[in-house]
């Protein structure tokens, strides 16, 4: 047998369920992995659901997840609804037995993600946060050169995530805009950024945050225009103290017209790395990581074709949600959790949860260890 028939044999049968962000990455990333198919698509409209099974040929569509869950040839789930549904939802799929594919933010408090992650421990399947940083050429070009000890001892580091997204007070109201069902720029990046601060820098020990609203409404296409309040933070300022004392500064914005996209600074006694992309349309297209030994100019760093996506797409989320889905069946594979996996999820809500406390607050939080929190 091929190797190729050996994987047509040994596929993963995955139900995605949500068809927005679903559509457009999670259906067409699990269609091009050797290893994975999509045999069924979840919409709370049936209607809706069989539209989108038709146009990927997709075999089943529901508008019932337990249907859904219920299917023999369904093996694992992919979730990519709005967050407010992510808890109820990932705790049936683990009950049911199914591996887990999770978009973040993971649930609406850090308390009901460390129940996903004991349940999925209990069950006895692989779950896994969407992480998407973490497999980007530069970002594990960045991690190898931090890993070398390239800048030394750490004196400051700095991020800007600063767009332009929301920043048309025109965009429609929608859970977005509402803080009680996970709206906000701080789960939708942020999350992202706690991520990748624990994985390139370590743990973090406090923080201090303050949260803002600048557009206080939007209009409701559902109601005709009518304006109805926001809640969800849009702007956020932290300063953090990683474990080893390293200060940490966090800008979040996505109502910045013009704002300098994403942008990750590092400063030590021996040289300075910056990796940053302006491209406002595409969060992972454009990135460059330039680097510096101390007191010389910055220069860019080539990426080696080691580290190159073998395929890149129009839409840059793609290649490395499929270095994520490779990345969920290696685990499944090999029936063990590897990074990054809930307990991760864990850690970046637990950041989110303690920087809405310090923000009501107005005060530092401490972060207690990861470990403790599970235990």
């Known amino acids: 047998m091929t190797n190729d028939e050996q994987q047509m044999t040994n596929q993963i049968g995955v139900a995605v369920i949500g068809t927005g962000f679903g559509q457009k990455i999670h259906i067409p990333g699990f269609q091009i992995h050797p290893r994975t198919q999509v ?6 409209h049936l209607d809706k659901a069989n539209a989108v099974a038709e146009s990927h040929n997709i075999p089943q569509a529901s508008d019932r997840l337990e249907d859904i869950l219920a299917m023999p040839d369904v093996q694992a789930v992919s979730i990519s609804t709005p967050p407010f549904l992510h808890y109820d939802m990932a705790q ?5 037995g199914k591996h887990l594919l999770l978009e973040k933010p993971m649930t609406l408090s850090a308390t009901e993600t460390r129940d996903l992650y004991h349940l999925a421990k209990q069950q006895g399947v ?21 890993e070398s000890g390239y800048v030394g001892q750490k004196r400051l580091i700095k991020i800007d995530w ?29 999350s992202h950024a706690f991520d990748y601060i624990n994985w390139l820098f370590g743990s973090v020990r406090r923080l201090c945050a303050q949260m803002s609203t600048a557009i206080p409404e939007r209009p409701d296409p559902s109601q005709g225009g009518k304006l109805k309040p926001v809640d969800a933070d849009d702007t956020c300022l932290l300063m953090l103290e990683l474990a080893d004392g390293t ?42 990581l330039w680097a510096a030994p ?33 990345q969920w069946v290696q685990s499944i594979d090999a029936d063990k959790h590897q990074s990054p996996s809930l307990a991760e999820g864990v850690y970046s809500q ?11 607050e107005n005060s530092w939080v401490d972060v207690p260890s990861l470990s403790s929190f599970l235990a």
């Open 350 to 360: 637990l950041l989110m949860d303690l920087t809405h406390q310090s923000h009501q």
């Open 39 to 44: 045999v069924a698509v979840y919409n709370p």
């Open 126 to 146: 692989v779950a896994m946060p969407d992480f998407e940083f973490r497999f980007v050429p530069p970002w594990q070009l960045l991690a190898e050169h931090l």
């Open 247 to 288: 200060p940490c500064q966090l800008c979040i914005s996505s109502v910045t017209y013009n704002g300098r996209g994403h942008f990750v600074e590092v400063y030590g006694d021996r040289g300075t790395l910056v990796l940053g992309s302006s491209n406002q349309n595409d969060y992972v297209h454009g990135f460059q």
């Open 162 to 190: 600063l767009v332009s997204s929301r920043a048309n007070a025109q965009r429609a109201w929608n859970w977005y805009a509402q803080k009680e069902k996970g709206g906000g720029a701080l789960g939708a990046v942020g």
């Open 294 to 326: 101390a007191g010389e100019s910055l220069s860019e760093v080539d990426i080696p074709k080691r580290l190159a996506f073998p395929q890149v797409y129009p839409d840059g989320r793609l290649a490395p949600f499929i270095r994520v889905v490779d």
């Open 92 to 96: 049936q799929v683990l009950q049911a």
